[in-house]
């Protein structure tokens, strides 16, 4: 997969995610760091789609309604996404 051209796009709806569970992080633990750890983890796990966009499991709740959806998961978080060919 090497000779393609892969990106990782995210929607403003992940942006909303991700700045919600930053903020949860924060104020619950009181710690700066520790949320942005947590989220540079998240996007940092997305990296290997760029190389195997279909490592991820297959999302069954949304693959039930049509959506042809994949997870990762990174500790408590899943991260759904759409492989468009």
């Known amino acids: 997969m090497a000779d393609r051209n892969i990106e ?3 929607t403003p709806f ?3 995610q ?3 569970i930053f903020d949860h992080i924060f104020f619950k633990e ?3 760091d520790l949320a942005q750890k947590i989220v540079d983890r998240i996007f940092n796990r997305t990296d290997q789609l760029k190389e195997f966009p279909e490592s991820g ?3 069954p ?5 049509g959506q042809d959806s994949r997870y990762l998961l990174e500790a408590s978080h899943k991260i759904i996404y759409e492989y468009l060919l």
């Open 61 to 65: 709740l949304l693959n039930k309604i």
């Open 18 to 20: 991700l700045d919600d």
């Open 8 to 10: 990782v796009k995210w």
């Open 14 to 16: 992940a942006f909303q």
């Open 30 to 32: 009181k710690s700066l």
């Open 57 to 59: 499991s297959p999302e």
